[in-house]
């Protein structure tokens, strides 16, 4: 019989639709690479696979170190521009948005299966990488509007980030206005610029 005490244990929350997913997911999917493989060795030989294997190895990572020089290459010359008092050219950056995506590509060809290899060749592809891209983005920026709602800092969150009309995310400050000041108060001196 109840008696509608509270129980002294919290309840556990509940686990999320992709927790629960995941590993049924992955566990299908390397059954699923393992059977191809088997395929592929059944239709030629071992040696085809290897080769398959051996291949994908050796392309993943030349994708993986050429973005990853390139990456360094554009934060290299930003560190420099920066240190050079000069602004920062948002035109030497437009090649350097899809390293992250490239680098995820090259692994996905390293690692052995066919499907890995697929995906990690389609993401290779500039049109998918920019869809993925901003699919990433949106959904990221989603997920951080969420978490802002439920902080208490959320609304200070909300009010520093600025969107200009081509996209970019322009660092900002909140001020607030605190209470008996007054708007001509000149006693804290002139503000600085928010931009250099």
């Known amino acids: 019989m109840t008696t509608g005490a509270h129980s002294p244990y919290p309840a556990r929350p509940r686990r999320s639709r992709l927790r629960t997913l995941l590993p049924l997911g ?27 294997l051996l291949a994908g190895v050796v392309l993943g990572s030349y994708v993986i170190k050429r973005a990853g020089r390139r990456a360094f290459k554009n934060l290299t010359e930003t560190v420099q521009q920066q240190q050079g008092g000069g602004p920062v050219t948002p035109g030497a950056r437009s090649d350097s948005e899809g390293n992250g995506l490239t680098m995820l590509g090259g692994l996905l060809i390293v690692l052995p299966g066919p499907i890995s290899d697929v995906l ?77």
């Open 120 to 196: 990690g060749l389609l993401l290779l592809v500039p049109p998918v990488q920019k869809a993925v891209g901003r699919y990433a983005e949106r959904t990221f920026e989603r997920k951080l509007r969420e978490a802002a709602a439920q902080s208490p800092l959320g609304d200070a969150f909300t009010q520093a980030r600025m969107h200009r009309p081509d996209g970019k995310v322009v660092q900002g400050e909140v001020i607030r206005d605190e209470p008996g000041s007054s708007q001509g108060d000149t006693a804290r001196g002139p503000r600085p610029p928010l931009t250099k």
């Open 26 to 52: 992955v566990a299908v999917w390397l059954v699923l690479e393992i059977w191809l493989l088997t395929l592929v060795a059944g239709a030629s030989n071992g040696l085809v696979v290897f080769l398959i």
